[in-house]
């Protein structure tokens, strides 16, 4: 007979002792030793599939680390129980690709992609409290970043408690595929920690999170999504992503996460949410101008000039749409001639 043991539903809060040091399992807050408790934010099977051991990084401080170097601290029970158990998963899913990303609950993927997000977020957080370190974007001192980041590990913590989240998804997850045609990179990542974007390239599919807008950029970009889902070139992926980090960036409010008193023999726990939308609006106002800077430097690879993108004012330059409003089938890029 299996013995039941009720699950450990405490939750835990890393920022209220700003404990991001290797002292510290990430997921639970209990003590860790440096040398043995860690897990990989990319983990092993990626760095595998996609030769990325010996390849590197550049960090929002300009440091330089190796992917197999970023490494959260992690306790051997948090490692064997949720995050190992979960990465097998998602190789097994990547072993069927399109199909089985689209089939897996969002909830898991949520929590996969958050868990490289916290990786990559926890690394530039230590390299700010170094003292020796003057950081670019001061992030512990920005007490709107600050809150943003607390509310999403509140969700996060999903990863190791079972919570159920109450009619509401807390990220926007977008899945795209890449037609072959133009496709030449396997695996990429990129990531905006002050919107909490995270994306991942992994062969022909790309995995995009705002990891803390309760599904409402999703919501928002509905129709845009509905009529990415056929294979893309990758400058129509790039702007997709273009508008998902634009409008991230446009959010403007951050939810409250309420959980609900517990019961005796309770197995989960339940999380309400609300958004106060009452000072403002949820989005900041659109403009073009600052969209197409978001464009630019989405399809930096293309080399497109700002001019070329926003030759006309009103109607950014567009790859995932024809003027008529009718999606762009494109299978090579061609520029325009000078
Ligand atoms: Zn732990």
Redesign the pocket.
Known sequence: MPTTTPPDLTLYDPFAQMQFGDQH??????S?DPAIDSVPVFADWLQERYGLAERQILLLDQSIHFYKELLIP??A???TQYVEPLEAQMEETNRLGLKGWQALPEKTLFLWLGKMFYGILTTELLTELDPLVKPRYPLAENAQMFRRFQAFFQTFQAL?VPIEFEDFTPASIFILKTAPYEDTIAFEYDDDLTTMVFSIKLDNVVLMACLMDNGIIQQAMRQVYADAQRPLHPIQVAEFKARVYYAAYLFGVIPDYFVRPQRPGDQHLTYDTLIDDVTGGIFAPWLNSAYAQSLQEMWKRWQLPYTAVLSDADEPLSFLYQPDGKPYEMTIYTPEPE
Request: hydrophobic share 15%.
């Open positions: 399992c990430f997921l639970c807050g209990s860790t992690c306790c029970r948090c490692r190791r």
